[in-house]
């Protein structure tokens, strides 16, 4: 049911483009020549339309049975994913298409879920249209809500999925086998017969790469994902535009050799296209892919340049109208700004290139090469914060290799039904050639610069970069432009002052002291910015039991975010997984001057670190004591734990307490500090503008005499969604609300950062 806010901006919305679509008729007949304005913004009403009905939530959808165990009952939309773990366990995860769920009553609901299943084995697999019924919990899809991460909830959304429904290693039943023909299952099929045959005649890990590129999925190595992702070719390890651009390059040059008439192999190349796509699982993805794909053959073969471009322009609106959320999305803005490259600059890159008198082939990988990357540059250093040098060698000499692959990967899966024994050999073949492509790429990643830190470019630097593509590109702008600098000397001297004095002012403007509380799920991590960009990080957070590389994957994309790619200090409050289990990919991948951590046994450490003992950065390792202290510029760090404590039963009691001072504003960090260690405190100066609050808000921290020692301003919890332990407790959330303090949570606010001058704060959280 629609919200009277929301069903007024319908009607609002509705009236304004009928009110547009008259008046785009009449000036289509009266032949103005903006009239294409009007249409632009009737695409542009109809997307905000669009928009609202794709976010609104109907009270039926499964949605709103957040947190609540239920009986569920849908459909299998996809084949499930298999994955199995280091003890033999298999990890099921299913689309259900869901139809009811049973509390006390039924009740119908619309919407999709992730369904998750443990097994032991691979029986009563349940398949596609199959009707199930299972008990668990719905949750909604979670992310880590830090800048810089793709939204794994809106891509989800994309495809109409709105939560997660866990059954652990309960029986998934099966209430009704679906005996109508699916094409996707048909495809899975085959699929898996192929990679069963793959298996049979190379490496696992090779058949995993070589159907990964060919159909998608990502079983493939953590070295080789690296590797791949340093040289900036790793798009060529799923499906993607590339892959149909070279589909479709393939098949309309063996066309031509064959003398096969234009039309006919276009229509061809169509049919195949489909096809391909249907056969790699036709998702939203794989579909938008092939566009794409199909667009960039198109255009390189329109002698029309505008033709392209207008094509371009036409098929982004209509995705864009069809799903207002794939704006957001990282693969169509990748996908649209390399398409758009190629479109509108790679001819003329050729036609300079060309004077160097190079080899044909040579001259359109680096067009094709150099302009996908310069029109897609602001959105890779936004998401990866990293320009690879290595990309350009890479694409000259491994990504043509891994082309010859795929294609002979396409034609032994063709041939597979007819002559399985000319298979095996393209197998071989296949997978020698993969050998040869894996190492020139790990050879390329130890060439000095391989890849390069960027800082991230913001909104206004995004538009100034694209709009100084735009005037180089248009020769009547640049001229126009050229006029108006002449015409209006003077101006242009005041504009061109005033914007060196407030760079200049900018940048000798004194820097804010930043404290980032990052959202890392169920654990902790604090990082310190000080004014003058020396940067300390308290924790990394981490999961106990988990494949989930916290350090790689959330921890150092923030850091380099915000331009850190060395600390001054890493200080681990004590070894638990929850507060330690990142820093040893911040270990390996960037410089760490100081490890600061507690008086624990150095094997815990050494496991946790994945270190060996008799490592020189264990043994370096500052064992911070009571009243350890230390000064970066004007802020002074001091650690307060007794070293007296009395009654150390677990690691938590170890815990570093540390206090942060700048003037008149302060801050404690606490760790996971129980309330028997707390009174050792209560006679230091404990009293602090903001507090950590210990162990993510746990009953067992945080005693009413404490905080009032502490009486904080704000208090902070780090803390995950759904978390198992039920932090924060109600007895921590009354005892601070008793006291003027303003309550704070990582899983409610996401990342939250302080600045402060050291007399005044300000603070903004990334979900505002």
């Given at each position: 049911?629609?919200?009277?806010?929301?069903?007024?901006?319908?009607t609002?919305?509705?009236?304004?483009?009928?009110?547009?679509?008259?008046?785009?008729?009449?000036?289509?007949?009266?032949k103005?020549?903006?009239?294409?304005?009007?249409?632009?913004?009737?695409?542009?009403?109809?997307?905000?339309?669009?928009?609202?009905?794709?976010?609104?939530?109907?009270?039926?959808?499964?949605?709103?049975?957040?947190?609540?165990?239920?009986?569920?009952?849908?459909?299998?939309?996809?084949?499930?994913?298999?994955?199995?773990?280091?003890?033999?366990?298999y990890h099921?995860?299913?689309?259900?298409?869901?139809?009811?769920?049973?509390?006390?009553?039924?009740?119908?609901?619309?919407?999709?879920?992730?369904?998750?299943?443990?097994?032991?084995?691979?029986?009563?697999?349940?398949?596609?249209?199959?009707?199930?019924?299972?008990?668990?919990?719905?949750?909604?899809?979670?992310?880590?809500?830090?800048?810089?991460?793709?939204?794994?909830?809106?891509?989800?959304?994309?495809?109409?999925?709105?939560?997660?429904?866990?059954?652990?290693?309960?029986?998934?039943?099966?209430?009704?086998?679906?005996?109508?023909?699916?094409?996707?299952?048909?495809?899975?099929?085959?699929?898996?017969?192929?990679?069963?045959?793959?298996?049979?005649?190379?490496?696992?890990n090779?058949?995993?790469?070589?159907?990964?590129?060919?159909?998608?999925?990502?079983?493939?190595?953590?070295?080789?994902?690296?590797?791949?992702?340093?040289?900036?070719?790793?798009?060529?390890?799923?499906?993607?535009?590339?892959?149909?651009?070279?589909?479709?390059?393939?098949?309309?040059?063996?066309?031509?050799?064959?003398?096969?008439?234009?039309?006919?192999?276009?229509?061809?190349?169509?049919?195949?296209?489909?096809?391909?796509?249907?056969?790699?699982?036709?998702?939203?993805?794989?579909?938008?892919?092939?566009?794409?794909?199909?667009?960039?053959?198109?255009?390189?073969?329109l002698?029309?340049?505008?033709?392209?471009q207008?094509?371009?322009?036409?098929?982004?609106?209509?995705?864009?109208?069809?799903?207002?959320?794939?704006?957001?999305?990282?693969?169509?803005?990748?996908?649209f700004?390399?398409?758009?490259?190629?479109?509108?600059?790679?001819?003329?890159?050729?036609?300079k290139?060309?004077?160097?008198?190079?080899?044909?082939?040579?001259?359109d990988?680096?067009?094709?090469?150099?302009?996908?990357?310069?029109?897609?540059?602001?959105?890779?250093?936004?998401?990866?914060?990293?320009?690879?040098?290595?990309?350009?060698?890479?694409?000259?000499?491994?990504?043509?290799?891994?082309?010859?692959?795929?294609?002979?990967?396409?034609?032994?899966?063709?041939?597979?039904?007819i002559?399985?024994?000319?298979?095996?050999?393209?197998?071989?073949?296949?997978?020698?050639?993969?050998?040869?492509?894996?190492?020139?790429t790990?050879?390329?990643?130890?060439?000095?610069?391989?890849?390069?830190?960027?800082?991230?470019?913001?909104?206004?630097?995004?538009?100034?970069?694209?709009?100084?593509?735009f005037?180089?590109?248009n020769?009547?702008?640049?001229?126009?432009?050229?006029?108006?600098?002449?015409?209006?000397?003077?101006?242009?001297?005041?504009?061109?002052?005033?914007?060196?004095?407030?760079?200049?002012?900018?940048?000798?403007?004194?820097?804010?002291?930043q404290?980032?509380?990052?959202?890392?799920?169920?654990?902790?991590?604090?990082?310190?910015?000080?004014?003058?960009?020396?940067?300390?990080?308290?924790?990394?957070?981490?999961?106990?039991?988990?494949?989930?590389?916290?350090?790689?994957?959330?921890?150092?994309?923030?850091?380099?975010?915000?331009?850190?790619?060395k600390?001054?200090?890493?200080?681990?409050?004590?070894?638990?997984?929850?507060?330690?289990?990142?820093?040893?990919?911040?270990?390996?991948k960037?410089?760490?001057?100081?490890?600061?951590?507690?008086?624990?046994?150095?094997?815990l450490?050494?496991?946790?670190?994945?270190?060996?003992?008799?490592?020189?950065?264990?043994?370096?390792?500052?064992?911070?004591?009571?009243?350890?202290?230390?000064?970066?510029?004007?802020?002074?760090?001091?650690?307060?734990?007794?070293?007296?404590k009395?009654?150390?039963?677990?690691?938590?009691?170890?815990?570093?307490?540390?206090?942060?001072?700048?003037?008149?504003?302060?801050?404690?960090f606490?760790?996971?500090?129980?309330?028997?260690?707390?009174?050792?405190?209560?006679?230091?100066?404990?009293?602090?503008?903001i507090?950590?609050?210990?162990?993510?808000?746990?009953?067992?921290?945080?005693?009413?005499?404490?905080?009032?020692?502490?009486?904080?301003?704000?208090?902070?919890?780090?803390?995950?969604?759904?978390?198992?332990?039920?932090?924060?407790?109600?007895?921590?959330?009354?005892?601070?609300?008793?006291?003027?303090?303003?309550?704070?949570?990582?899983?409610?606010?996401?990342?939250?950062?302080?600045?402060?001058?050291?007399?005044?704060?300000?603070?903004?959280?990334?979900?505002?």
């Amino acid at each position: 049911m629609k919200t009277p806010e929301i069903s007024k901006s319908y009607t609002h919305l509705f009236c304004l483009i009928i009110v547009n679509l008259i008046l785009a008729f009449y000036f289509t007949l009266r032949k103005y020549k903006l009239t294409f304005l009007l249409y632009l913004i009737l695409f542009f009403l109809l997307g905000v339309m669009r928009y609202l009905s794709f976010t609104f939530i109907a009270d039926d959808n499964i949605k709103n049975y957040d947190n609540q165990e239920i009986t569920l009952t849908g459909i299998i939309c996809q084949m499930p994913k298999i994955r199995q773990d280091s003890a033999g366990i298999y990890h099921l995860t299913y689309v259900v298409d869901t139809k009811s769920i049973k509390q006390k009553e039924e009740k119908t609901t619309t919407g999709k879920v992730y369904l998750y299943q443990k097994q032991k084995n691979l029986d009563n697999l349940a398949k596609i249209n199959d009707t199930i019924s299972a008990t668990g919990t719905i949750r909604l899809i979670q992310n880590y809500h830090n800048p810089n991460l793709v939204d794994r909830e809106l891509s989800a959304q994309e495809e109409g999925i709105y939560a997660t429904f866990s059954i652990g290693k309960q029986n998934l039943k099966i209430l009704n086998t679906s005996d109508k023909f699916s094409l996707q299952e048909f495809c899975y099929q085959i699929e898996q017969s192929f990679l069963q045959s793959m298996y049979q005649t190379m490496p696992e890990n090779d058949a995993n790469m070589i159907f990964a590129m060919l159909f998608g999925g990502y079983n493939i190595e953590k070295d080789i994902l690296e590797a791949y992702s340093i040289t900036g070719i790793i798009h060529i390890l799923s499906v993607s535009g590339s892959h149909i651009s070279l589909i479709s390059l393939f098949l309309l040059s063996l066309g031509k050799f064959l003398h096969l008439p234009r039309f006919f192999n276009l229509i061809l190349l169509l049919i195949l296209i489909i096809f391909y796509t249907i056969l790699c699982g036709a998702s939203v993805p794989v579909m938008r892919a092939s566009i794409m794909g199909l667009l960039s053959i198109i255009a390189l073969y329109l002698e029309e340049k505008s033709t392209a471009q207008h094509l371009l322009s036409i098929i982004a609106l209509i995705l864009l109208l069809f799903d207002p959320l794939l704006l957001f999305n990282i693969s169509f803005q990748l996908s649209f700004a390399s398409t758009s490259g190629l479109v509108y600059l790679m001819p003329i890159l050729r036609s300079k290139l060309n004077k160097l008198k190079l080899p044909s082939l040579l001259i359109d990988n680096l067009a094709l090469t150099m302009s996908a990357q310069i029109f897609a540059f602001p959105i890779i250093i936004w998401y990866f914060t990293s320009l690879s040098l290595s990309s350009l060698l890479a694409n000259l000499i491994i990504i043509p290799l891994l082309e010859i692959l795929i294609i002979l990967g396409l034609i032994a899966f063709i041939l597979g039904f007819i002559f399985p024994f000319i298979t095996k050999i393209l197998f071989i073949f296949a997978s020698l050639i993969l050998s040869i492509s894996n190492e020139a790429t790990f050879l390329l990643t130890k060439i000095p610069f391989a890849s390069i830190y960027v800082p991230p470019l913001d909104f206004p630097a995004i538009l100034i970069y694209y709009s100084l593509i735009f005037i180089t590109l248009n020769i009547k702008i640049r001229k126009y432009l050229y006029l108006l600098l002449q015409k209006y000397k003077f101006i242009t001297y005041i504009c061109s002052i005033s914007l060196i004095i407030f760079s200049c002012y900018f940048m000798i403007k004194p820097s804010p002291l930043q404290i980032h509380f990052i959202d890392v799920g169920q654990g902790d991590a604090c990082l310190i910015i000080t004014p003058h960009q020396h940067s300390i990080l308290i924790d990394t957070g981490g999961s106990i039991n988990s494949d989930f590389d916290i350090g790689s994957y959330v921890d150092l994309p923030y850091l380099h975010h915000y331009g850190i790619n060395k600390l001054d200090y890493l200080i681990l409050s004590h070894a638990d997984a929850d507060h330690s289990g990142g820093a040893s990919s911040i270990l390996q991948k960037i410089p760490v001057n100081h490890l600061i951590i507690t008086d624990e046994d150095k094997d815990l450490y050494a496991k946790i670190l994945k270190l060996p003992l008799n490592n020189p950065l264990l043994a370096k390792a500052i064992v911070a004591k009571e009243n350890t202290a230390f000064n970066l510029e004007d802020i002074h760090f001091q650690f307060l734990q007794n070293d007296e404590k009395e009654n150390l039963k677990s690691s938590n009691d170890s815990s570093n307490v540390l206090k942060l001072t700048y003037h008149n504003f302060s801050v404690l960090f606490t760790g996971d500090l129980p309330q028997t260690q707390e009174k050792y405190l209560l006679n230091k100066n404990i009293a602090s503008t903001i507090l950590k609050v210990a162990h993510h808000g746990s009953k067992t921290s945080s005693s009413q005499e404490f905080l009032e020692h502490v009486r904080p301003q704000l208090a902070i919890i780090s803390v995950g969604k759904y978390n198992s332990f039920g932090h924060p407790s109600k007895e921590v959330l009354d005892r601070l609300n008793n006291l003027p303090t303003k309550i704070l949570r990582t899983d409610e606010k996401g990342a939250i950062v302080i600045y402060t001058d050291g007399y005044n704060y300000s603070l903004k959280t990334f979900l505002n």
